[in-house]
T-cell receptor
């Protein structure tokens, strides 16, 4: 069975600090996808990134970066120079990679509060 | 391009009633998935439709059902509502897997259902 663990329930940082959100996953599949979503107070889940299990390259997008380490089954997310607008709940998710779209298995989420 | 739309945004029902929620996917997306979000259980997959066929189903009782129309719009129905059905119901749409963007699911704002 697939499982995603986000051990940090809540994190609070001061604006401009860097913050890393941890994600550890479990799966028996050899190929899979990993995702990060942001859920602001409005409730809509905003897609941030999809990573294929074949691709262990780290990725940077502006202030966001992702560190995928298959050896430790982790897919951590770092926000550099955090801003108040980054305050949200962040979800890590996992899905099988096979024919057809497959269900996302979500972690419980990490609530990030960025204080001005 | 318009995003995923869901109607209604808020709904209040009483136990025993039934409810129908609607989801219109992003134009060109033919896969629609439904998720339930509660504080206790987090985000859980309900079902997924593609070309009017249910392809995947989560672990929910038969009171939860859905369908998809030829224009890819989808509805989900919950019959005999229980207090525990109070949740945010999120709909997500995605492109066909052969698009090379398999399983990138884009979520709507959700329907918040309250059962009294």
């Amino acid at each position: 069975a697939q499982k995603v663990t986000q051990a940090q329930t809540e994190i609070s940082v001061v604006e401009k600090e860097d913050v890393t959100l941890d994600c550890v996953y479990e799966t028996r599949d050899t190929t899979y996808y990993l995702f990060w979503y942001k859920q602001p107070p409005s409730g809509e889940l905003v897609f941030l990134i999809r990573r294929n299990s074949f691709d262990e390259q780290n990725e940077i997008s502006g202030r966001y970066s992702w560190n995928f380490q298959k050896s430790t089954s982790s897919f951590n997310f770092t926000i550099t120079a955090s801003q108040v607008v980054d305050s949200a709940v962040y979800f890590c998710a996992l899905s099988e990679a096979k024919a057809g779209n497959t269900p996302l298995v979500f972690g419980k989420g990490t609530r990030l509060s960025v204080i001005a | 391009k318009a995003g995923v739309t869901q109607t209604p945004r808020y709904l209040i029902k009483t136990r025993g009633q039934q409810v129908t929620l609607s989801c219109s996917p992003i134009s060109g997306h033919r896969s629609v998935s439904w998720y339930q979000q509660t504080p206790g259980q987090g985000l859980q997959f309900l079902f997924e439709y593609f070309s009017e066929t249910q392809r995947n189903k989560g672990n929910f009782p038969g009171r939860f059902s859905g369908r998809q129309f030829s224009n890819s719009r989808s509805e989900m129905n919950v019959s005999t509502l229980e207090l525990g059905d109070s949740a945010l119901y999120l709909c997500a749409s995605s492109l066909e897997p052969t698009s090379g963007r398999a399983n990138e699911q884009f979520f709507g704002p959700g329907t918040r259902l309250t059962v009294l």
